[in-house]
């Protein structure tokens, strides 16, 4: 293939403290040289300016393969994070069956590898059924591919099978992503303890869940010394032990999904269940505290935390709606809301939606400079416009943004080099 040339781009680089004009050359599946300027070479793209940066990577995408296929597949999947600058779904095992064996692993990295056209790494269960009773083969399934283990937003109640399961982990290099509540206290909640869920009388849990949640799994991850990603903090209060336990110096991450970052609990307003999630919509202060949090960098990771649901699992009562949202196509224009808010620099979103999920992954991707992947998205951060659900490439329509007046498109997405998107 001949050489692909970008020009007069602004430049984001995560690894760079400020955006810069400049273009660069891609050869193969990566990036031969970058450099700065406006020139536009002859055979250039001219970007116009536009902003260029390291293709998303997101950690914590459901496709709902195999099982609700009806729901999302590996191809509609793949066209909604193309559209949404996203070339790396790092995908969840909370499937029907969950991924927990060699050969259900297997199936499913034949069929992203099929149908999608962006990257896919697939995260496998961390306990059988995740049931939370017997672990799966981890060595086996690090053999087959799977990159992470979780079991997703099932809590492992038996912290003495959790804490094999980490030992066990821990010696293979495994890395283990948790979701942190107090299973006891969250069970039945729809909404954050308060005088809002109160008044729409709604069951809720105290934000302490997440805290005595965040704290049992680090003091597991201090006997054990696994390696640990904390795949959603939201709340405040939980913020001190997890800055504490990155002072000691565990081998810890967390992450946040982007509805809780631009998000609050008066957001339900009339019960609207495109806004139930889990865990649920906290306060406006713990959402600002969250932001706070990425732009310090003790929150790592940005996710989309993509959870596709059908309309017949959303249109019910409040209490008894499915949680989650989707969030592929919507995960950048989104987070392009804290960047145009003044609260994160464009190099900072991007390191925290490309840079740090590809270093806690061991991957090359995350990075603007030669040598690295050729995963790149191309977008206009300030083009606007008013989302309608019903364009969305998903299969599933549950945003909670519909209607939202949004700022951010996608003009073009590659993945190893080869356009896979063009706006």
């Not at 193309?82 to 199936?107: Q, S």
């Not at 999608?116 to 961390?126: E, F, G, N, Q, Y």
């Not at 399961?165 to 909640?189: F, I």
């Amino acid at each position: 293939m001949p050489p692909i040339l970008l020009a007069n781009a602004q430049l984001i680089d995560p690894e760079a403290p400020e955006t810069r004009i400049g273009g660069l050359r891609i050869e193969g599946n990566r990036i031969a040289e970058v450099w700065e300027g406006a020139e536009v070479p002859g055979g250039a793209l001219d970007c116009r300016g536009h902003c260029l940066a390291p293709g998303i990577v997101d950690l914590g995408v459901k496709v709902s393969e195999p099982g609700e296929r009806h729901k999302e597949s590996f191809a509609s999947a793949g066209r909604a994070a193309a559209a949404g600058g996203v070339t790396t779904m790092v995908t969840r095992p909370d499937t029907d069956p969950a991924i927990d064996t060699p050969e259900t692993l297997e199936f499913v990295a034949r069929r992203a590898s099929a149908d999608s056209i962006v990257r896919v790494l697939p995260m496998a269960a961390l306990t059988k059924g995740r049931e939370g009773r017997e672990m799966t083969e981890i060595g086996f399934l690090m053999d087959a591919g799977a990159v992470a283990f979780t079991d997703c937003d099932r809590v492992v109640t038996d912290t003495r099978i959790y804490a094999r399961a980490l030992t066990y982990a821990r010696s293979l290099g495994a890395l283990v992503v948790t979701h942190v509540q107090e299973p006891g206290l969250s069970a039945g909640a729809c909404a954050t303890s308060g005088k809002f869920a109160s008044l729409r009388g709604l069951p809720a849990v105290s934000p302490m869940a997440e805290r005595m949640g965040l704290d049992r799994d680090i003091a597991l991850l201090e006997m054990t010394g696994a390696r640990l990603h904390v795949d959603q903090v939201t709340t405040a209060r939980a913020l001190p032990a997890l800055e504490r336990a990155k002072r000691n110096g565990f081998d810890i991450t967390a992450g946040v999904g982007i509805h809780h970052l631009t998000l609050n609990e008066f957001d339900v307003a009339d019960y609207r269940t495109f806004f139930k999630l889990k865990p649920p919509l906290r306060s406006e202060d713990d959402r600002v505290a969250m932001v706070e949090a990425v732009a310090s960098g003790l929150i790592d990771v940005i996710s989309s935390m993509h959870t596709p649901q059908d309309e017949e699992s959303k249109r019910l009562p409040f209490e008894e709606a499915a949680s989650g949202a989707v969030g592929l196509e919507t995960l950048l224009p989104a987070a392009l809301r804290l960047f145009h808010g003044g609260n994160l620099s464009l190099p900072q979103l991007f390191r925290a939606l490309s840079l740090a999920p590809s270093r806690r992954l061991g991957l090359e991707t995350g990075r603007l400079g030669a040598g690295a992947p050729a995963d790149l998205v191309l977008f206009d951060p300030h083009a606007p416009f008013v989302l309608d659900r019903f364009t969305m490439r998903s299969k599933s329509k549950n945003t909670p943004f519909d209607g939202a007046r949004l700022q951010g498109r996608v003009r073009g997405t590659w993945v190893a080099g080869q356009r896979v998107w063009e706006g």
